[in-house]
């Protein structure tokens, strides 16, 4: 009875309740994503200039990416560009342009970024990065040729090097490895990465993405321990960022590798480190999805005795761990800021209608006082020779006789 119970929680209850309870909770955690919402809001409130305004969805859009949501990002970036547009400012729409093309290429929304990577380049007075951003068009209308798409990336990572742009070698890097992982060469893949690596500068974000790639490399090599160091390296890194997320996704891949080298053990002790540390620092969902793993090898193992005393754990500290888990109202805030900037951009896109409204008044009013005060001044040049005219006749009646 007992565990028919806490299926239903885990299955229907605690879903619902994560997601319908968040106006219970008082104190917001700010994340980065948040602060760039929150700033963009108030730059569009306060009316800042278009470049600022640019500025600030360009900003949006790289936390959206780092948090792997690109269809967002790409919303704020085409709002990013309308605003360079506006204020004509090139290289930065340059710069729009490529982003947006990075992020419709993930999408596989191949037409639209060869046409935004075409865009960059036309926008941009760089040669060099006219020519990445040339090349990188190309590469996508050759993507079903491997070798094609190398010589290009190839002639995108010398170009980078020796213009010293460390951030699009690493890009082309990864865009390397990525070729290399189509063509089966996983010791590609993982020179290409570590080349990328070497290249980040005060992108710790993109520095763990990469450093996950490498570890799932290695596991699809089969090279398990090099996997098992990497992802105990970014557990001691997550540990001294005071990172828990990161360090219970980590613990989780460890126990995945230890699974699938049959060290059952070995991953039961990483996933109870993983579980620990979701419950003590908030992670109601993360919780939930150890325990379900937890579950599952207990059940294997048939030890029904851990299994209950798993359950009654979870359920005993459900409550305080929902409301300690800032991770499930920052969404809700996200979406609260979402909706307050298209609140703001209606009424900004309103405001300028009406300003265009007014010049084109404006406008027509100054043309129509122009054109009255010409016919006034073509009436007076006409009429002052017939009023001297009629003077001299006034003055001379019987002149003409």
């Known amino acids: 009875m007992r565990l028919k119970y806490l299926f239903i929680t885990l299955t229907f209850i605690l879903p619902a309740f994560c997601y319908g309870q968040d106006s219970l909770y008082m104190n917001i955690r700010h994340n980065s994503t948040n602060k760039a919402a ?17 500025a600030d969805y360009m900003n949006l859009a790289h936390e959206l990416i780092n948090q792997n949501e690109p269809a967002k990002a790409e919303s704020f970036l085409n709002q990013a560009i309308l605003f360079y547009i506006r204020g004509k400012e090139k290289e930065a729409l340059a710069s729009a342009y490529r982003e947006i093309a990075k992020v419709q290429e993930i999408q596989e929304k191949y037409d639209l970024a060869i046409l935004n990577y075409n865009n960059a380049a036309k926008n941009s007075r760089q040669k060099d990065i006219k020519e990445i951003n040339q090349n990188d068009a190309q590469r996508l209308k050759n993507r079903n040729n491997l070798q094609v798409q190398s010589d290009l990336i190839q ?21 390397m490895a990525q070729v290399k992982m189509e063509m089966d060469d996983k010791e590609g893949v993982i020179h290409e990465l570590s080349n990328a690596l070497d290249n980040i500068q005060n992108e710790p974000t993109e520095a763990i993405k990469i450093k996950k790639e490498i570890a799932k490399t290695y596991v699809a090599d089969a090279q398990y ?3 098992i160091a990497v992802n105990e390296a970014l557990v001691n890194e997550a540990r001294t960022n005071s990172n828990p997320q990161m360090e219970v996704e980590q613990l989780r891949e460890i126990s995945t590798i230890y699974l699938e080298t049959d060290r059952t053990e070995k991953a039961l002790s990483s996933l109870q480190d993983a579980y620990q ?21 207990y059940r294997q193992k048939k030890n029904q005795t851990k299994l209950i005393h798993l359950y009654n754990d979870f359920i005993s500290k459900l409550d305080t761990l929902i409301k300690n888990d800032g991770t499930l109202i920052d969404k809700k805030f996200f979406q609260t800021h979402e ?15 009406l300003i265009v409204k007014k010049n084109r008044f404006n406008h027509v009013l100054q043309g129509s006082i122009f054109i009255i005060l010409i016919f006034t001044l073509l009436i007076i040049k006409h009429f002052t020779p017939f009023k001297r005219k009629i003077k001299e006749l006034l003055c001379n009646p019987y002149e003409e006789r």
């Open 155 to 175: 002639k995108n990572i010398d170009l980078s090097n020796n213009a010293q742009n460390r951030k699009e070698a690493m890009v082309a890097y990864q865009q």
């Open 339 to 353: 909706e307050k900037i298209t609140q703001l951009e209606k009424e900004r896109t309103l405001k300028d209608e």
């Open 277 to 297: 540390l979701a419950i003590n620092s908030g992670q109601t969902l993360e919780a939930k999805k150890i325990l379900e793993l937890l579950v599952e090898q």
């Open 225 to 227: 321990e090099k996997a």
């Open 38 to 54: 929150s700033k963009l809001s108030k730059s569009l409130k306060t009316g800042k200039p278009n470049t600022e305004l640019a």
